[in-house]
Nanobody, 122 residues
Framework: QVQLVESGGGLVEPGGSLRLSCAAS????????MGWYRQGPGKQCELVAA???????NYADSVKGRFTVSRDNAKNTLYLQMNSLKPEDTAVYLC????????????????WGQGTQVTVSS
């Protein structure tokens, strides 16, 4: 079993910053990719930022230049540094990981965190 635990969400004024963390634990052999998704009021769930196995990062157009995703492989932890926050960034942010479980020949499964609320408002 693999668990993802997010932290760092909260209330911030427009133009402010937050740093989200997602720690993965459990029967992990390797993590192929980790990413952040979000779902705001009246919106579909969308990919915000992700790091895949080759180390490359992908960002939604709406956050490019403002958000930075990073990963500490030794700690199996994913981060999202969010700067210049806007009201439209308000959403529940969800951590996702694509994980090979148990051993080199183990299955590859997808896991999701519980979500953390980010609210950007004056």
């Amino acid at each position: 079993q693999v668990q993802l635990v997010e932290s760092g969400g909260g209330l911030v004024e427009p133009g402010g910053s937050l740093r989200l963390s997602c720690a993965a634990s459990g029967s992990i052999f390797s993590i192929n990719a980790m990413g952040w998704y979000r779902q705001g009021p009246g919106k579909q769930c969308e990919l915000v930022a992700a790091i895949i196995s080759d180390g490359s990062a992908n960002y939604a157009d709406s956050v490019k230049g403002r958000f930075t995703v990073s990963r500490d492989n030794a700690k199996n932890t994913l981060y999202l540094q969010m700067n210049s926050l806007k009201p439209e960034d308000t959403a529940v942010y969800l951590c996702h990981a694509n994980v090979r479980v148990g051993s080199r020949s183990g299955p590859i499964w997808n896991y999701w965190g519980q979500g953390t609320q980010v609210t950007v408002s004056s």
